[in-house]
Nanobody, 122 residues
Framework: QVQLVESGGGLVQAGGSLRLSCAAS????????MGWYRQAPGKEREPVVS???????YYADSVKGRFTISRHNAKNTVYLQMDSLKPEDTAVYYC????????????????WGQGTQVTVSS
């Protein structure tokens, strides 16, 4: 019941920047947190960044100081500003949303975006 649409990936040189967007849509749902995971070749999927509906943020140590997440709650949209990109940031980035029905009924779930490729060249 929740669809996530991602955009903003691409190819950039080391030191460059990209901005990812993720918009969530669904009827009578309330988002508790949104963010991104990433999966690099030969690596497990790892959490990168998240933000709660209250504005609390989480950053993986590997991206602190370089990535910034922001939100537009009214639109259920989050943005990830990625600066000072490194080749090790190369991965498929998957938007994630944890959500529940706004009328609390004990049901909670996660939805995933389609993924967007971020490639950082040396």
């Amino acid at each position: 019941q929740v669809q996530l649409v991602e955009s903003g990936g691409g190819l950039v040189q080391a030191g460059g920047s990209l901005r990812l967007s993720c918009a969530a849509s669904g009827d009578t749902i309330c988002i508790s947190a949104m963010g991104w995971y990433r999966q690099a070749p030969g690596k497990e999927r790892e959490p990168v960044v998240s933000i709660t509906s209250g504005g609390r943020t989480y950053y993986a140590d590997s991206v602190k100081g370089r990535f910034t997440i922001s939100r537009h709650n009214a639109k259920n949209t989050v943005y990830l500003q990625m600066d000072s990109l490194k080749p090790e940031d190369t991965a498929v980035y998957y938007c994630n949303a944890r959500w529940e029905y706004c009328v609390h009924n004990g049901y909670e779930s996660d939805s995933w975006g389609q993924g967007t490729q971020v490639t950082v060249s040396s």
